[in-house]
């Protein structure tokens, strides 16, 4: 049997394929390898993917719905879905709303589809949420109780729509199904997009950083390892037909528990890069939160999670892999 990962070329998937692999699965992973960032660099986690044996990999874009549902019926075995694709990147989604709801509504809607079709064959289908469809909640931590209706920007919207729609699809089909509401990822192999790597990038060069609120915007940073032990451990829980008669369907918050100003983050790397930051100081987006915090308790009772990577650990970490990307040190053959 094997698991159907979607977004194996991405930051979180392709940590997820190597773990997926390194305990003996058989993974088939799909990407589309769209170059809303550096394509080289989705190559290259798909490159060291391909090293292995048992990856396979089909390149596809998600809202192709008959081409979903080809790769699935020339693959069989596959018995548990990771989707992980999407279109990513809160502000962006402002810029080219369209990429959202093409990738992160119907893609999730052809992956639905395909898990209706696969029937009593799938054992359990997670995908990926976000924290952002905690909108302007203020109540910290977050908790997966609290109210998700007041987005602050389109991809906030389309992942809670996948949230909805994959409530559906349990009470309709019988599909169990896991969310994970993703808190701020970062690690080694990770994405250009996002605040800390392009903070990176700007200090080794030199340029002008914008930070807003006098860097006291905070975020659950949280080490890309810590995510893929929740998601793996969730892989290996799906959910039963609660005792009310309710549909096999869940969310789960994964993150670290801890809120960190991003001055921290800045902090660490210019101590890692040995280069001060320039930095330019401005208001918040109004599509960006203040803070961000997630209430672990359900994914720790369910899997065991137990984050253990603090800040202060794992941005060296990713340090040392962005010199060696950018060639100032050796890249080193372990993926993290």
């Known amino acids: 049997m094997s698991v159907l990962l979607t977004g194996a070329a991405g930051f979180i998937g392709y940590h997820v394929a190597e773990a997926?692999?390194?305990?003996g699965e058989t993974v088939l992973g799909v990407d589309n390898l769209t170059p809303y960032y550096d394509p080289a660099l989705k190559q290259a986690r798909l490159d060291r993917l391909l090293r292995h044996e048992r990856f396979r990999f089909e390149r596809l874009d998600l809202a192709d719905q008959a081409g979903v549902l080809r790769v699935a019926d020339d693959n069989p075995g596959i018995d548990r879905i990771v989707h992980l694709a999407a279109q990513a990147g809160v502000r962006h989604s402002m810029v080219d709303p369209h990429a959202y709801v093409s990738s992160n509504v119907m893609g999730h809607l052809c992956v639905l589809e395909l898990a209706r079709r696969m029937g009593q064959e799938l054992?359990?289908?997670?995908?990926?949420?976000?924290?952002?469809?905690?909108?302007?909640?203020?109540?910290?931590?977050?908790?997966?109780?609290?109210r998700v209706d007041r987005p602050l920007s389109l991809y906030a919207a389309t992942k809670?729509?996948?949230?909805?729609?994959?409530?559906?699809?349990?009470?309709?089909?019988?599909?169990?199904?896991?969310?994970?509401?993703?808190?701020?990822?970062?690690?080694?192999?990770?994405?250009?997009?996002?605040?800390?790597?392009?903070?990176?990038?700007?200090?080794?060069?030199?340029?002008?950083?914008?930070?807003?609120d006098d860097g006291m915007v905070r975020r659950d940073f949280t080490y890309v390892d810590d995510i893929v032990h929740g998601v793996v451990g969730a892989l290996?829980?799906?959910?039963?037909?609660?005792?009310?008669?309710?549909?096999?369907?869940?969310?789960?918050?994964?993150g670290n528990n801890r809120s960190e100003p991003i001055s921290a983050v800045i902090a660490l790397l210019e101590q890692g890069l040995g280069h001060k930051a320039v930095i330019r100081y401005t208001a918040r987006p109004v599509a960006d939160v203040a803070d961000t915090c997630a209430n672990v308790d359900q994914i720790a009772d369910l899997t065991g999670f137990a984050p253990s990577t603090p800040l202060a650990v794992g941005m060296p970490k990713f340090i040392a892999w962005f010199r060696a990307w950018k060639g100032i040190n050796t890249l080193p053959d372990a993926s993290a």
């Open 160 to 212: 809670r729509a996948d949230e909805l729609m994959s409530h559906a699809y349990a009470h309709l089909y019988g599909v169990r199904q896991t969310g994970l509401r993703f808190f701020t990822v970062y690690g080694p192999w990770g994405r250009p997009d996002m605040a800390y790597y392009s903070f990176a990038e700007a200090i080794l060069a030199g340029r002008e950083i914008t930070v807003y």
């Open 20 to 23: 997926l692999l390194a305990r």
């Open 123 to 146: 054992r359990h289908l997670v995908y990926a949420s976000s924290s952002s469809v905690y909108g302007g909640n203020e109540s910290l931590p977050f908790s997966e109780a609290d």
């Open 236 to 254: 290996d829980h799906p959910p039963s037909h609660p005792a009310d008669g309710g549909p096999p369907v869940r969310v789960l918050n994964i």
